[in-house]
């Protein structure tokens, strides 16, 4: 299993991160909000855990999603 992590930048809207969880997580606002402020003050928070082909996909669609929208929001994969 891998889990799934956003990295903070100083570029990314908060608002953005946000979309970003419950867009590609499924998470609720409240639960976004939360995961989202963990990578604000700590550098990363963790967005789930998935098998590695899930979790690859879930990593390039995020980043893809990023680009598209001109943020350089970063999402990685580490094995659990």
């Known amino acids: ?7 903070n930048d ?5 608002d953005f991160v946000v979309i970003v969880l419950q867009k ?8 976004s909000t939360q995961v989202m402020l963990k990578v604000h ?7 789930g855990m998935y098998p590695h082909d899930v ?3 879930k ?4 980043s893809a999603f990023s680009r598209q929208h001109q ?5 990685v994969m580490e094995e659990n």
């Open 1 to 7: 299993m891998y889990k799934v992590f956003l990295l």
């Open 10 to 14: 100083d570029f990314t809207p908060m």
């Open 24 to 31: 590609f997580f499924g998470l609720s606002r409240e639960q």
């Open 41 to 47: 003050r700590e550098g990363k928070g963790a967005c």
């Open 55 to 57: 979790a690859a996909t």
């Open 59 to 62: 990593v390039e669609q995020v």
């Open 71 to 75: 943020h350089p929001l970063a999402c």
